[in-house]
């Protein structure tokens, strides 16, 4: 079992950046994939960005590749994700879960979710 916990979120002003961290509790962190989700108020939940258990590969939503980077320190039983140039539409609280094998974008796959981090970007 895996227990997670989200940090790093905030206020920031569009076009600023945040650095959000999920840290892991388990010694099998390092074989799960991870996957970072976001939800807007009044809004489904939604698939951000994922890497494998490597972090050797990483997909993320078209309208968020360039702006965000998802990565991983294993060491350190932690996944990131770098957000730039954020703008209002990005405001939501992110979330980060874990599941078994490969890389995967559904809500469904994951098994383990953390209780979310609130991102706010102000215009």
């Known amino acids: 079992q895996v227990q997670l916990v989200e940090s790093g979120g905030g206020l920031v002003q569009a076009g600023g950046s945040l650095r959000l961290s999920c840290a892991g509790s388990g010694r099998t962190f390092s074989s799960y994939a991870m996957g970072w989700f976001r939800q807007a108020p009044g809004k489904e939940r939604e698939f951000v960005a994922a890497i494998n258990w490597s972090g050797g590969s990483a997909f993320y939503v078209d309208s968020m590749k360039g702006r965000f980077t998802i990565s991983r320190d294993n060491a350190k039983n932690t996944v990131y994700l770098q957000m730039n140039s954020l703008i209002p539409e990005d405001t939501a609280a992110y979330y980060c879960?874990?599941?078994?094998?490969?890389?995967?974008?559904?809500?469904?796959?994951?098994?383990?979710w953390g209780r979310g981090t609130q991102v706010t970007v102000s215009s």
């Open positions: 879960a874990a599941r078994r094998l490969n890389i995967a974008t559904k809500i469904s796959a994951y098994d383990y």
